[in-house]
């Protein structure tokens, strides 16, 4: 009662998702600072043995639902049975993937139980809250800090009345920890009988596979943009390394299309796309106004160019005055060591 | 009886276009430089659901929105690429709603709108990212949802078939009405506004802004029902007050920080591990990266 759960997600190949791992590494440190017990639920089809997977984390308990029926995933199912089973244990925090199904099923759960949600924490930590007006001290409450306004700005929501504290956080954001390789929890299955209705199984899936999502420069909030001075198409690899680990998109300036460094599709400037994001890092572009056109309303732009005389560099906020194979590199290396 | 399409859409402002004066000297966020928009996946929701509409006989499509006064200004945008009608909640008493009294407030309306085939949103808006709201009114009305429709493989009277976009791939799922879908950014970009619908929508308008005219057009209302945007309050749907706005969220936004741009002053570094470092580390602190 009053515990800690995460939903682990399980994947294709039938393994524990990885950030549901990272989220039980999470959900244990949190547990212990508030003296509770972490418990997890799988759902899903043949989760024989998938305890191993779980037990290393921490996991005082394990909620299991294994059916053919549980597998792929499907919003209808789950969520009844994380309804019943919240509304029976009455968790203290419930933790998601923002996953495509984190973030498809825990706001069904957050309105059926009439309790807060916060989407893609960055952070979860446990503090107290003076209400003034009320005259209230809430203790031990879990701050959901997440960005908002288009990362403009950075909110720690809580949430003082109603439990559980539901919130969901992206992969990669929390570290992936193993506690104890044989840590002792125990396994329960969750009772299924008089659950369900019609209409929890009325979206049928037909059909799945694996496709690639068009490139999408216009929305991205990160771009890694290359021009001519990248040199090489194994350099613009280096773009593309940095890009995938900052979560943003690699961009290109007319130059660098017309010598086959990157497709058209990913053109910014007056003949490619118009591009606003968050921040914006030139690489080997020297910012004819063609291509300025495109992103010089781009919130943060950094360059990095051997020329110190770039026009782009006018209009950076950051110059880098040296080559794209060394500066990335560095990048890439800091961001791994310190990002989590 | 009709097949009715419900639309939820929202006016936001327009954070993608943030630039370098959108945050202020001390910090805050400038709202007057960041316009309100049309938000971009509600968009993607319109055309989605006006391609129901083109399939499938005596279909309409409704447009429901719930924010200020001036929030009438995508109703009449939707009018002009081919909704029927729309409905604009508003009333201070749903200002400070969460996710849970929105999709609340939201629920009953469209109860109120009953019956209905089919519930369409943008995934989710830009100003909050949340992608609640959606889920959150499907559970409230009872119904199944798809999420992250990305196209409209097939619809008729009786189901609708529609390809999902998920993280690793995509995912074709089939369902019978009523159902909520939610639309992903990936999806077909809105038609264009038509002429003919903007010569006969241009002077729609809300109860509200007919009674700012400086002349009483009423009568010319009357003749013409359909310019008239419906605005309807918290007494209009019977909602009860305490499940909105800051009372009925459930979450509270503890503290703000804004994340302060620099100056244009542009710094110029050089390429030792300590100048890049220091950089990643201001930019992973400012949580510009990360």
Redesign the interface.
């Known amino acids: 009662m009053n515990n800690i759960f995460v939903y682990c997600e399980i994947t294709e190949e039938g393994h524990v998702a990885d950030v549901s791992l990272e989220l039980l590494t999470k959900g244990r440190s949190l547990a212990d600072e508030l003296k509770i017990k972490l418990e997890a639920v799988v759902i899903g089809a043949k989760l024989n043995g998938i305890e191993k997977e779980i037990f290393p984390f921490g996991v005082d308990f394990i909620h299991t639902a294994d059916d053919g029926k549980f597998f792929p995933f499907t919003t209808g199912s789950h969520a009844r049975l994380l309804i019943k089973l919240f509304k029976e244990q009455k968790p203290e925090i419930v933790l998601f993937g923002a996953s495509s199904i984190g973030r498809d099923i825990a706001p069904r759960i957050a309105s059926a139980l009439k309790c807060g949600l916060t989407a893609d924490c960055t952070s979860l930590i446990i503090g107290d809250h003076e209400d003034k007006k009320l005259k209230k001290v809430y203790k031990n409450l879990l701050y959901q800090i997440r960005p908002a306004f288009g990362g403009n700005i950075i909110a720690t929501i809580i949430n003082p009345e109603t439990r559980p504290q539901i919130a969901t956080v992206r992969e990669g954001v929390m570290k992936k920890e193993i506690k104890t390789e044989n840590y002792k929890g125990k396994l329960v299955a969750i009772d299924l009988n008089n659950v369900f209705e019609d209409l929890d199984f009325a979206v049928q899936i037909i059909d799945r596979h694996i496709e690639k999502q068009k490139i999408n420069i216009k929305n991205s909030q990160i771009i890694v943009s290359g021009g001519y001075g990248v040199g090489s198409i194994e350099n613009f690899k280096l773009l593309f390394d940095l890009a995938e680990l900052l979560g943003g998109e690699v961009g290109a300036s007319r130059a660098a299309v017309d010598a086959g460094y990157a497709p058209h599709e990913r053109q910014i400037g007056q003949t490619g796309v118009t591009v606003r994001p968050k921040l914006y890092i030139a690489c080997g572009i020297s910012g004819a106004v063609q291509h300025s056109a495109g992103m010089d309303e781009s919130s943060k732009i950094i360059s990095i160019n051997t020329d110190p005389h770039a026009p782009i560099n006018n209009i950076a906020d950051y110059t880098i005055n040296g080559s794209v194979d060394v500066v990335i590199p560095k990048m890439i290396k800091y961001y791994k060591e310190n990002s989590k | 009886m009709s097949f009715k399409i419900i639309v939820l859409a929202k006016q936001v402002?327009d954070?993608?276009?943030?630039?370098?004066d959108?945050?202020k000297a001390d910090g805050t966020?400038n709202r007057a430089a960041l316009p309100a928009i049309y938000n971009?996946e509600d968009l993607n929701a319109l055309e989605f659901a006006l391609r129901v509409k083109d399939k499938v006989k005596d279909a309409e499509v409704i447009i429901l929105t719930m924010g200020p006064f001036r929030a009438a200004e995508i109703i009449r945008e939707s009018l002009y690429r081919g909704a029927d009608k729309g409905f604009l909640l508003t009333d201070r008493k749903f200002a400070g709603s969460?996710?849970?009294a929105t999709?609340y407030a939201i629920s009953l309306a469209i109860k109120k709108l009953a019956p209905f085939h089919l519930v369409v949103a943008g995934r989710q808006a830009?100003?909050?990212?949340?992608?609640?709201?959606?889920?959150?009114?499907?559970?409230?009305l009872?119904?199944?949802?798809?999420?992250?429709a990305e196209e409209l493989v097939d619809v008729n009277e009786k189901e609708i078939?529609i390809k999902r976009?998920?993280?690793?791939?995509?995912?074709?799922?089939?369902?019978?009405f009523p159902?909520a879908v939610t639309v992903h950014?990936?999806a077909a970009d809105c038609r264009p506004r038509n002429a003919k619908l903007l010569m006969k929508f241009k002077h729609a308008k809300t109860l509200t802004e007919l009674q700012n005219e400086t002349k009483d057009y009423t009568h010319l209302y009357n003749d013409r029902p359909y310019l008239n945007i419906d605005e309807w309050t918290v007494d209009d749907i019977n909602a009860d007050v305490d499940a909105l706005g800051l009372s009925g969220?459930?979450?509270?936004?503890?503290?703000?920080?804004?994340?302060v741009?620099?100056s244009?002053d542009?710094?110029?570094?050089?390429?030792s591990?300590d100048?890049?470092?220091d950089?990643?580390?201001e930019?992973?602190d400012s949580?510009?990266?990360?």
């Open positions: 402002p954070t993608r276009n943030v630039g370098k959108a945050m966020v971009p969460d996710t849970l999709s830009i100003d909050g990212d949340t992608a609640q709201v959606g889920p959150q009114t499907a559970e409230k009872g119904i199944p949802q798809i999420t992250y078939t976009r998920l993280e690793r791939g995509v995912e074709t799922v089939k369902a019978s159902i950014g990936s969220s459930p979450t509270k936004v503890k503290t703000i920080q804004n994340v741009f620099q244009k542009s710094k110029a570094l050089g390429t591990n100048e890049i470092n950089l990643m580390k930019l992973l949580h510009i990266i990360g």
